[in-house]
């Protein structure tokens, strides 16, 4: 499958939920230290080169991107400098950004948009907060600030609409419902800072967490004193995890080993694949809602790779 | 210096009031902001329409925000679920709707906005992003040595390979940037080097950030510091919150008192790994990584976790131990390693040799030892270390050892640099950092174009690596506002994100090429005002300060095509311009043509600029004074006219009466960065050296990136027998040099 160079490092990686050819990308230059970013959306063509559709540059790097889940030309992006952006892929670039949130005080890590509402989105930020945002409000609703250290990523529930599971460096794992006051769980998850979470697509109470102590673990929330499963095989620090939208077992990880992991944490051999075609850290990960089987990732290799689980990613 | 001087703001000659018919008048106007067209042109500007007195965004529009009075965390809780969905369903209702026909249609009219005050409330807030927003510009030599140094330190983390501190050429990072590279490779180091100890991702750090000059005192801790004290929050929490009908799990508590009891255990593990290995752990925990290194293989099998357990646990109990210690905030490595920057530790004949440092510090002098004494270190270092480590890679990673990162690594950093460092020892240590910086710079220029990233071949316009601006909501005014307050470095920067944005917007490239022309870099001018002409090919603005950039440059030929070209399309002159002569430009014939159009209009001042600029070209200097003299009769308050006239002034070594050109130019706009360059020049051209210090000295305050000005400086430093302050020249020590000179 093909592959597209990005001028800057990727830094996130999303497919989006209404066209199966078409593709965000979140990067930053200098691998997000220091410097401007830049977003792309990229059409992959059946038999050919992926193809740029758009570009939107920003003053500091693209940490990530999520798509509307109500409106297919819909981007949010979570910028380095603290801010939220949202593009329309159907205005031309001067007319973008169409919104820019100025709230969160540190780098804005993540964004996920509400798949169940599909009228809400969440940030989660360095300043140790995530936030709940609608389209139509020049402010966040709301802030939830329990976290002691970084959040790198929140994620909503897939069913309930109103829970969402926050990953932070504080080494905890806090699940929310967006109408209590405070987190209704907290899961020390690992001994190490929390990098990433996913929700099971399959088991509402299931979520699976990524470490700085290269492990992934997969808990299921009504008995989380001891993981479900224990998914070891990464050299480095496990970056991102990613449920399967297909299978109820099947996850996605990528590493600071640069390499790209597929899992089945109810096998007993939970390795069901390795691909080792990044040639810097792998931080960006996702696989398609529309087309089984089909994986995006980027790294710090400045490559955009998708391709179809079970062949080469670097096979041309 | 001479015919370079000309260009002094390209094409913007103009007078308040000067007539309609004189486009570079208007655009001196706009951006001089000396006359009412100013306000004119600043009204097109689209956000200016936000400070217009009739919209009225009073703050109580806030209120009328649909569900606005839920919108403010922190919530009461037991009035938050309610909140929430009545936020939700008030959302739902009309303003989303709303805000998505906005978003469908693009920024809404000024009328529509009005009547919708929440979105214009919005949009006020949009519109606001003030410019410090934005970060400080990187106003320096090149970025693409950040860029590499930052790659190496990234990579570092893939070998666990120590980095070392590198003295680098100045970067000119402002604070904002530093506070940026400090926190963020603060918090991305400690995943990166997730089974080091604490000790080594600050020694990491410490070199990062020593090398770009950054204060690491500031230097943000990882998790690990507070996380002890925020477990017992959690404690104090889940004992003390009551949560009604919440989720909470009964066995949290007990799952957490289980934890303590864990990092109990650990904390009395770590004391013995202290009596082990003695409370100043470093060259132990040293070893210790190297043993990791060599069991590479053997952690990625199954000991990978009993030894980040250990990790992890000393971790722990350097966090308990040292919670009021500064060790990790200014461990010894970061203490020898910023007085090395700081020049208090010196290198003579390849040692380290504390300047003023007390020989008692006992990892200073080890570190020492180590670093140049009794050991070879870098040897060793190579021998023991990276090519072991290299080979260990290379098995390990098969796919990845062909990359050649390893074999570039292992040259630059083991073996070139050691080399080179030493060849620079011997040559002195006054000379060093500039040499290393030729040398680094070299470096780094091979790379970039092994690369193929350097097509910066004739012509071609650059753009800089890292813009702040690009993402700016308007940066095309930004632009504006930065050169009229004389921030050329900056509003190249602003103008570039224009143009990214609106490639085809002439008046940005125009702007862009003129902001280089005055920042003395007419290759960049050049490039920047074809981009415009490509966009509107009869642009007389451009086809002037093209003419004016290439008299510049000397290149005569296309200088006559482009002033050719600006009677050609000019309305009144048209007629003159003769259709065959465009195919074998001479310069009498030119030069003629346009002596003829100032026959025709004897008070069109552009027509006697022109003619200057023309006579420039064939060295007739008289002639070039007597019609920028005439120019000025017509137009006084143009500066950059003065400058034109001063530089002229100069080339005909009338320098005394040049220096009152420039005194005109510099009253008539004080932040004339190139003015004042020039008068340090005529200065030094009459031998008043210690004058002209001072001015060249002005000019680079102003913009330190003028590289000439800094030859000019040296020259007139040494001619006037002030070899005490060219250190302070060569290291660019601007503060110092304003204090010794001041104007």
Same mark, same amino acid.
């Given at each position: 499958?093909?592959?597209?160079?990005?001028?800057?490092?990727?830094?996130?990686?999303?497919?989006?939920?209404?066209?199966?050819?078409?593709?965000?990308?979140?990067?930053?230059?200098?691998?997000?230290?220091?410097?401007?970013?830049?977003?792309?959306?990229?059409?992959?063509?059946?038999?050919?080169?992926?193809?740029?559709?758009?570009?939107?540059?920003?003053?500091?790097?693209?940490?990530?991107?999520?798509?509307?889940?109500?409106?297919?030309?819909?981007?949010?992006?979570?910028?380095?400098?603290?801010?939220?952006?949202?593009?329309?892929?159907?205005?031309?670039?001067?007319?973008?950004?169409?919104?820019?949130?100025?709230?969160?005080?540190?780098?804005?890590?993540?964004?996920?948009?509400?798949?169940?509402?599909?009228?809400?989105?969440?940030?989660?930020?360095?300043?140790?907060?995530?936030?709940?945002?609608?389209?139509?409000?020049?402010?966040?609703?709301?802030?939830?600030?329990?976290?002691?250290?970084?959040?790198?990523?929140?994620? @909503?529930?897939?069913?309930?609409?109103?829970?969402? $599971?926050? /990953? &932070?460096? #504080?080494?905890?794992? +806090?699940? =929310? *419902? !967006? %109408?209590?006051?405070?987190?209704?769980?907290?899961?020390?998850?690992?001994?190490?800072?929390?990098?990433?979470?996913? @929700?099971?697509?399959?088991?509402?109470?299931?979520? $699976?967490? /990524? &470490?700085? #102590?290269?492990?992934? +673990?997969? =808990? *299921? !929330? %009504?008995?989380?004193?001891?993981?479900?499963?224990?998914?070891?095989?990464?050299?480095?620090?496990?970056?991102?995890?990613?449920?399967?939208?297909?299978?109820?077992?099947?996850?996605?990880?990528?590493?600071?080993?640069?390499?790209?992991?597929?899992?089945?944490?109810?096998?007993?051999?939970?390795?069901?694949?390795?691909?080792?075609?990044?040639?810097?850290?792998?931080?960006?990960?996702?696989?398609?809602?529309?087309?089984?089987?089909?994986?995006?990732?980027?790294?710090?290799?400045?490559?955009?790779?998708?391709?179809?689980?079970?062949?080469?990613?670097?096979?041309? | 210096?001479?015919?370079?001087?000309?260009?002094?703001?390209?094409?913007?000659?103009?007078?308040?009031?000067?007539?309609?018919?004189?486009?570079?008048?208007?655009?001196?106007?706009?951006?001089?902001?000396?006359?009412?067209?100013?306000?004119?042109?600043?009204?097109?500007?689209?956000?200016?329409?936000?400070?217009?007195?009739?919209?009225?965004?009073?703050?109580?529009?806030?209120?009328?925000?649909?569900?606005?009075?839920?919108?403010?965390?922190?919530?009461?809780?037991?009035?938050?679920?309610?909140?929430?969905?009545?936020?939700?369903?008030?959302?739902?209702?009309?303003?989303?709707?709303?805000?998505?026909?906005?978003?469908?249609?693009?920024?809404?009219?000024?009328?529509?906005?009005?009547?919708?005050?929440?979105?214009?409330?919005?949009?006020?807030?949009?519109?606001?992003?003030?410019?410090?927003?934005?970060?400080?510009?990187?106003?320096?030599?090149?970025?693409?040595?950040?860029?590499?140094?930052?790659?190496?330190?990234?990579?570092?983390?893939?070998?666990?390979?120590?980095?070392?501190?590198?003295?680098?050429?100045?970067?000119?990072?402002?604070?904002?940037?530093?506070?940026?590279?400090?926190?963020?490779?603060?918090?991305?180091?400690?995943?990166?080097?997730?089974?080091?100890?604490?000790?080594?991702?600050?020694?990491?750090?410490?070199?990062?950030?020593?090398?770009?000059?950054?204060?690491?005192?500031?230097?943000?801790?990882?998790?690990?510091?507070?996380?002890?004290?925020?477990?017992?929050?959690?404690?104090?929490?889940?004992?003390?919150?009551?949560?009604?009908?919440?989720?909470?799990?009964?066995?949290?508590?007990?799952?957490?008192?289980?934890?303590?009891?864990?990092?109990?255990?650990?904390?009395?593990?770590?004391?013995?790994?202290?009596?082990?290995?003695?409370?100043?752990?470093?060259?132990?925990?040293?070893?210790?990584?190297?043993?990791?290194?060599?069991?590479?293989?053997?952690?990625?099998?199954?000991?990978?976790?009993?030894?980040?357990?250990?990790?992890?646990?000393?971790?722990?109990?350097?966090?308990?131990?040292?919670?009021?210690?500064?060790?990790?905030?200014?461990?010894?490595?970061?203490?020898?390693?910023?007085?090395?920057?700081?020049?208090?530790?010196?290198?003579?004949?390849?040692?380290?040799?504390?300047?003023?440092?007390?020989?008692?510090?006992?990892?200073?002098?080890?570190?020492?030892?180590?670093?140049?004494?009794?050991?070879?270190?870098?040897?060793?270092?190579?021998?023991?270390?990276?090519?072991?480590?290299?080979?260990?890679?290379?098995?390990?990673?098969?796919?990845?050892?062909?990359?050649?990162?390893?074999?570039?690594?292992?040259?630059?950093?083991?073996?070139?640099?050691?080399?080179?460092?030493?060849?620079?020892?011997?040559?002195?240590?006054?000379?060093?950092?500039?040499?290393?910086?030729?040398?680094?710079?070299?470096?780094?220029?091979?790379?970039?174009?092994?690369?193929?990233?350097?097509?910066?071949?004739?012509?071609?316009?650059?753009?800089?690596?890292?813009?702040?601006?690009?993402?700016?909501?308007?940066?095309?005014?930004?632009?504006?506002?930065?050169?009229?307050?004389?921030?050329?470095?900056?509003?190249?920067?602003?103008?570039?994100?224009?143009?990214?944005?609106?490639?085809?917007?002439?008046?940005?490239?125009?702007?862009?090429?003129?902001?280089?022309?005055?920042?003395?870099?007419?290759?960049?001018?050049?490039?920047?005002?074809?981009?415009?002409?490509?966009?509107?090919?009869?642009?007389?603005?451009?086809?002037?300060?093209?003419?004016?950039?290439?008299?510049?440059?000397?290149?005569?030929?296309?200088?006559?095509?482009?002033?050719?070209?600006?009677?050609?399309?000019?309305?009144?002159?048209?007629?003159?311009?003769?259709?065959?002569?465009?195919?074998?430009?001479?310069?009498?014939?030119?030069?003629?043509?346009?002596?003829?159009?100032?026959?025709?209009?004897?008070?069109?001042?552009?027509?006697?600029?022109?003619?200057?600029?023309?006579?420039?070209?064939?060295?007739?200097?008289?002639?070039?004074?007597?019609?920028?003299?005439?120019?000025?009769?017509?137009?006084?308050?143009?500066?950059?006219?003065?400058?034109?006239?001063?530089?002229?002034?100069?080339?005909?070594?009338?320098?005394?009466?040049?220096?009152?050109?420039?005194?005109?130019?510099?009253?008539?706009?004080?932040?004339?960065?190139?003015?004042?360059?020039?008068?340090?020049?005529?200065?030094?051209?009459?031998?008043?050296?210690?004058?002209?210090?001072?001015?060249?000295?002005?000019?680079?305050?102003?913009?330190?990136?003028?590289?000439?000005?800094?030859?000019?400086?040296?020259?007139?430093?040494?001619?006037?027998?002030?070899?005490?302050?060219?250190?302070?020249?060569?290291?660019?020590?601007?503060?110092?040099?304003?204090?010794?000179?001041?104007?």
């Amino acid at each position: 499958m093909p592959v597209f160079k990005t001028p800057f490092n990727g830094y996130s990686v999303k497919f989006s939920p209404f066209y199966e050819s078409r593709i965000a990308v979140a990067t930053a230059q200098n691998f997000g230290i220091l410097g401007n970013g830049r977003l792309h959306v990229l059409d992959l063509n059946p038999a050919g080169p992926i193809t740029e559709h758009i570009a939107f540059d920003t003053a500091d790097g693209v940490y990530d991107v999520s798509w509307s889940e109500s409106h297919d030309s819909l981007l949010v992006a979570a910028i380095a400098d603290g801010s939220v952006k949202l593009y329309d892929l159907a205005l031309p670039p001067t007319s973008n950004p169409i919104r820019s949130f100025h709230e969160h005080t540190r780098e804005v890590h993540s964004a996920d948009y509400n798949p169940v509402r599909r009228d809400s989105f969440l940030t989660s930020s360095w300043d140790d907060t995530s936030k709940l945002w609608t389209l139509d409000r020049p402010t966040s609703v709301r802030t939830f600030k329990e976290h002691a250290y970084c959040v790198y990523s929140s994620v @909503w529930n897939p069913r309930h609409g109103d829970v969402f $599971a926050s /990953a &932070s460096g #504080d080494c905890t794992v +806090r699940i =929310w *419902d !967006v %109408r209590e006051p405070g987190s209704t769980m907290i899961i020390p998850a690992h001994d190490f800072e929390v990098l990433s979470c996913d @929700w099971n697509k399959y088991d509402d109470c299931c979520i $699976a967490t /990524a &470490s700085v #102590d290269k492990s992934i +673990r997969v =808990w *299921d !929330v %009504r008995s989380y004193r001891t993981p479900v499963s224990v998914l070891n095989g990464h050299g480095y620090a496990v970056r991102k995890v990613k449920f399967s939208p297909h299978r109820q077992g099947l996850l996605a990880s990528c590493s600071y080993d640069m390499t790209v992991c597929l899992w089945d944490y109810m096998l007993e051999d939970a390795l069901v694949g390795r691909y080792d075609h990044h040639t810097e850290f792998a931080v960006g990960i996702d696989m398609s809602v529309l087309v089984e089987g089909l994986l995006a990732s980027t790294g710090w290799d400045e490559l955009v790779y998708v391709w179809q689980h079970g062949t080469d990613p670097r096979a041309p | 210096m001479a015919m370079r001087d000309l260009v002094t703001g390209g094409a913007d000659c103009a007078a308040p009031g000067s007539s309609s018919s004189n486009p570079l008048g208007a655009l001196a106007n706009a951006l001089i902001g000396s006359s009412s067209k100013t306000q004119e042109r600043l009204r097109e500007i689209p956000t200016s329409q936000l400070t217009g007195p009739e919209r009225p965004f009073a703050p109580e529009t806030h209120g009328q925000l649909p569900g606005s009075e839920f919108d403010h965390p922190p919530l009461q809780p037991n009035q938050q679920a309610s909140n929430f969905l009545n936020a939700f369903h008030s959302a739902a209702d009309p303003g989303l709707a709303s805000a998505w026909n906005e978003v469908q249609a693009g920024p809404p009219p000024a009328h529509l906005r009005e009547m919708q005050p929440s979105l214009a409330e919005f949009d006020r807030i949009y519109d606001q992003v003030p410019a410090s927003q934005h970060q400080p510009i990187l106003d320096g030599p090149p970025q693409r040595v950040l860029s590499n140094f930052l790659h190496s330190f990234v990579e570092s983390s893939r070998g666990g390979v120590p980095f070392h501190p590198t003295p680098l050429p100045l970067l000119g990072l402002s604070e904002g940037d530093k506070q940026c590279i400090r926190d963020r490779s603060s918090i991305m180091a400690r995943h990166f080097f997730a089974d080091k100890s604490e000790d080594f991702i600050n020694a990491q750090l410490n070199a990062l950030l020593s090398s770009l000059d950054i204060d690491t005192s500031k230097q943000v801790g990882g998790p690990q510091p507070g996380r002890f004290r925020e477990m017992e929050d959690y404690w104090n929490e889940s004992q003390a919150l009551q949560r009604p009908g919440g989720h909470v799990a009964d066995g949290w508590a007990s799952e957490y008192s289980l934890n303590r009891e864990k990092f109990a255990d650990h904390d009395a593990w770590a004391q013995s790994f202290e009596q082990q290995y003695g409370a100043n752990g470093w060259a132990s925990e040293f070893e210790q990584e190297r043993f990791q290194l060599g069991s590479a293989q053997k952690m990625a099998g199954g000991n990978m976790m009993n030894l980040s357990a250990m990790e992890q646990t000393r971790k722990l109990a350097n966090t308990l131990a040292e919670n009021n210690d500064p060790k990790f905030q200014n461990s010894k490595f970061l203490q020898f390693v910023s007085k090395m920057s700081r020049g208090e530790l010196i290198i003579d004949d390849n040692q380290v040799k504390p300047n003023s440092l007390s020989p008692t510090d006992n990892w200073a002098s080890e570190y020492q030892q180590q670093y140049s004494g009794g050991l070879p270190w870098a040897d060793e270092f190579v021998s023991n270390q990276t090519n072991r480590w290299a080979d260990e890679f290379a098995e390990e990673k098969q796919n990845v050892s062909d990359d050649p990162w390893v074999n570039e690594f292992s040259k630059l950093h083991m073996q070139d640099w050691v080399e080179e460092f030493g060849q620079q020892v011997g040559e002195g240590v006054s000379g060093e950092a500039d040499n290393w910086a030729n040398a680094y710079d070299e470096f780094v220029n091979e790379q970039v174009a092994a690369k193929g990233k350097m097509d910066a071949s004739k012509g071609i316009y650059v753009f800089s690596d890292m813009n702040p601006y690009v993402g700016h909501p308007n940066p095309l005014k930004e632009g504006q506002d930065l050169f009229r307050k004389g921030l050329l470095s900056e509003a190249v920067l602003a103008l570039e994100a224009e143009v990214m944005k609106n490639p085809e917007n002439s008046e940005g490239w125009r702007l862009l090429g003129i902001a280089h022309a005055e920042n003395d870099d007419d290759q960049q001018a050049i490039a920047a005002m074809k981009r415009a002409l490509d966009v509107d090919p009869t642009n007389l603005e451009v086809l002037l300060a093209l003419g004016v950039s290439h008299t510049n440059e000397l290149e005569q030929a296309a200088a006559l095509r482009y002033l050719y070209g600006w009677l050609q399309h000019h309305p009144k002159y048209g007629t003159l311009a003769k259709p065959e002569l465009a195919d074998s430009l001479y310069y009498a014939d030119v030069a003629g043509l346009f002596n003829e159009a100032a026959q025709m209009f004897p008070d069109d001042a552009d027509v006697h600029i022109v003619l200057g600029v023309l006579y420039n070209l064939s060295r007739e200097f008289d002639k070039a004074i007597a019609s920028f003299q005439t120019a000025l009769k017509l137009k006084p308050q143009d500066y950059s006219l003065w400058n034109k006239l001063g530089a002229t002034q100069a080339n005909s070594i009338q320098s005394a009466d040049a220096i009152l050109a420039y005194q005109q130019a510099l009253d008539l706009k004080p932040n004339y960065v190139r003015a004042w360059a020039n008068m340090g020049i005529s200065y030094a051209n009459q031998g008043l050296y210690e004058e002209s210090i001072k001015y060249y000295v002005r000019s680079l305050s102003m913009n330190p990136k003028a590289d000439n000005a800094w030859q000019y400086l040296r020259i007139s430093l040494s001619c006037a027998s002030r070899n005490d302050m060219l250190e302070a020249c060569d290291s660019r020590n601007l503060d110092a040099l304003q204090k010794e000179f001041p104007l």
